[in-house]
């Protein structure tokens, strides 16, 4: 291998994971490249530190394709070909991925839509005007566990109340322990060290959140350049609009490399079952703790859920959200999974056959 092209590969995030993924290449006509932009089923690839290629996938893969996990994203590393005489390389394959940030896709379909892959850092962002909200964090945070890899909570727009940050981010901090929480204000990234010591050469971070919520104005100032245009917020929302349009992944300025994505007006989840217990694995524990084990958490006596929500150290509306994010998942999965469906109504039937029976013995004792 040249040293150029190992620095490339470095540079670009290629690392032991990869090179143990049985990456050898078995012609020498083919060679790795990183996914940098995909659109309309052609995708953007960084082939060495200055040389970018489009490329298509080539026909035998498209013809085992099955769902949207079988074809490229922005992130991946690919195994390509450059055909004589052409300027438009051949994508043969897709290199096992590291993690990969997904969501369902939006509408009715039971597929998934790939926000990034083999990202370290999912860089949860958003601001602190009426963007402020905790349950969509919490779904944020799910994506980002499921994919194991480290949530980062970007708190944009500071300036706009400057005498308060400090608590916001206390409370943000105290609501998602173990996260780490940074204030952003578009006036002063420059003085953002923390930026510099996650974006490292070779590491990759994507940048996830509502429309308006500044991860534009932020990935302009990383690359160094206006990348991506701007717009201002609504006045009468306090909203922003979408500015991308689509995921890019891009060289920062300390190095490290960095994906943007549209913002999101929904993030439905999947089958994020283990995203949604790492970001509550204190109610999971709860629930270990009731007396009985197919307790349902409503009047059940030794119910740990209630007796933590009767003494207020689970609050009502993280129980709330966790049943919703729950049943979600759950849902999801059912679309995917007959067996699934089956058990769920099998314990639906038990549970409508036990409600039953205690109205007719309630009604019995009055």
Same mark, same amino acid.
């Not at 490249?33 to 026909?59: K, M, T």
């Not at 450059?82 to 369902?104: A, E, Q, W, Y």
């Not at 727009?157 to 940074?182: L, M, N, R, W, Y």
């Given at each position: 291998?040249?040293s150029?092209?190992k620095?490339?590969?470095?540079?670009?995030?290629?690392?032991d994971?990869?090179?143990?993924?049985?990456?050898?290449?078995?012609?020498?006509?083919?060679?790795?490249?990183?996914?940098? @932009?995909?659109?309309?089923?052609?995708?953007?690839?960084?082939?060495?530190?200055?040389?970018?290629?489009?490329?298509?996938?080539?026909?035998?893969?498209?013809?085992?394709?099955?769902?949207?996990v079988?074809?490229?994203?922005?992130?991946?590393?690919?195994?390509?070909e450059?055909?004589?005489?052409?300027?438009?390389?051949?994508?043969?394959?897709?290199?096992?991925?590291?993690?990969?940030?997904?969501?369902k896709?939006?509408?009715?379909?039971?597929?998934?839509?790939i926000?990034?892959?083999?990202v370290?850092?999912?860089?949860?962002?958003?601001?602190?005007?009426e963007?402020?909200?905790?349950?969509?964090?919490?779904?944020?945070?799910?994506?980002?566990?499921?994919?194991?890899?480290?949530?980062?909570?970007?708190?944009?727009?500071?300036?706009? @109340?400057?005498e308060?940050?400090?608590?916001?981010?206390?409370?943000?901090?105290?609501?998602?322990?173990?996260?780490?929480?940074?204030?952003?204000?578009?006036?002063?990234?420059?003085?953002?060290?923390?930026?510099?010591?996650?974006?490292?050469?070779?590491?990759?971070?994507v940048?996830?959140g509502?429309?308006?919520?500044g991860?534009?104005?932020?990935?302009?100032?990383?690359?160094?350049?206006?990348?991506?245009?701007?717009?201002?917020?609504?006045?009468?929302?306090?909203?922003?609009?979408?500015t991308?349009?689509?995921r890019?992944?891009?060289?920062?300025?300390?190095?490290?490399?960095?994906?943007?994505?549209?913002g999101?007006?929904?993030?439905q989840?999947?089958?994020?079952?283990?995203?949604?217990?790492?970001?509550?694995?204190?109610?999971?524990?709860?629930?270990?703790? @009731?007396?009985?084990?197919?307790?349902?958490?409503?009047?059940?006596?030794?119910?740990?859920?209630?007796?933590a929500?009767?003494?207020?150290?689970?609050?009502?509306e993280?129980?709330?959200?966790?049943q919703?994010?729950?049943?979600?998942?759950?849902?999801?999965?059912?679309?995917?999974?007959?067996?699934?469906?089956?058990?769920?109504?099998?314990?639906?039937?038990?549970?409508?056959?036990?409600?039953?029976?205690?109205?007719?013995?309630?009604?019995?004792?009055?």
């Amino acid at each position: 291998m040249l040293s150029s092209e190992k620095e490339f590969l470095s540079l670009f995030g290629w690392d032991d994971f990869f090179e143990s993924q049985n990456s050898n290449l078995n012609s020498s006509s083919l060679f790795l490249a990183r996914v940098i @932009c995909e659109e309309r089923n052609l995708y953007r690839l960084q082939v060495g530190i200055d040389e970018v290629l489009w490329a298509s996938v080539s026909g035998k893969k498209l013809f085992k394709a099955k769902t949207r996990v079988d074809y490229p994203a922005v992130g991946d590393w690919v195994v390509v070909e450059l055909p004589d005489l052409s300027d438009r390389g051949v994508i043969h394959d897709i290199i096992p991925r590291k993690t990969m940030i997904h969501r369902k896709q939006v509408g009715s379909s039971a597929d998934m839509q790939i926000l990034s892959t083999n990202v370290d850092y999912v860089f949860v962002t958003t601001s602190v005007n009426e963007d402020l909200n905790y349950r969509r964090i919490e779904r944020y945070l799910a994506v980002a566990w499921e994919a194991r890899a480290a949530p980062v909570i970007l708190l944009t727009k500071a300036d706009i @109340c400057t005498e308060k940050i400090a608590a916001i981010v206390a409370d943000v901090q105290s609501e998602f322990p173990g996260v780490p929480v940074h204030a952003l204000s578009k006036d002063d990234f420059a003085k953002a060290d923390f930026l510099s010591e996650y974006l490292v050469k070779g590491k990759t971070g994507v940048f996830i959140g509502s429309s308006g919520v500044g991860k534009s104005t932020l990935v302009n100032f990383l690359i160094g350049h206006e990348q991506i245009k701007t717009q201002d917020v609504r006045e009468s929302d306090g909203k922003g609009r979408h500015t991308t349009t689509s995921r890019s992944l891009y060289v920062s300025r300390y190095g490290g490399l960095i994906i943007d994505t549209p913002g999101m007006r929904e993030l439905q989840l999947a089958d994020h079952a283990e995203g949604v217990t790492a970001q509550f694995s204190d109610i999971e524990d709860l629930t270990k703790e @009731c007396r009985f084990s197919d307790c349902r958490h409503q009047a059940e006596p030794g119910c740990a859920i209630q007796e933590a929500l009767a003494e207020e150290s689970l609050s009502e509306e993280r129980w709330t959200s966790y049943q919703k994010l729950e049943a979600e998942v759950r849902h999801g999965q059912r679309r995917q999974n007959k067996v699934l469906l089956a058990e769920d109504r099998k314990a639906w039937k038990k549970i409508s056959l036990q409600t039953r029976k205690e109205r007719h013995l309630k009604k019995g004792f009055n």
